[in-house]
């Protein structure tokens, strides 16, 4: 996955196979969206990207990276 695939993604806007989520702080919602993708189609969920297609990334500290894999993410 390269920046110009991720910001071509952003840019097309969500989808049924593609939902944006603009920070870590919305990693509850992403996990539903993941298990919906997961039990139908597949999908990719970019974390970092305002609903707009906007891509601000995204400060991860190692906190954030437990707690995510905690939830199996």
Avoid: Y
Avoid at 33 to 60: E, H, W
Wanted: charged share 20%; glycine share 10%; aromatic share 2%.
């Amino acid at each position: 996955m390269t920046p110009d695939q991720i910001a071509a993604w952003a840019a097309a806007g969500e989808s049924a196979t593609l939902e944006l989520k603009k920070s870590t702080a919305e990693s509850e919602r992403a996990c539903r969206t993941l298990c919906a993708f997961a039990n139908g189609q597949g999908g990719r969920v970019l974390i970092g990207v305002t609903p707009a297609g906007k891509v601000v990334g995204q400060n991860v500290a190692d906190h954030t990276l437990e707690e995510l894999a905690c939830r199996g993410i």
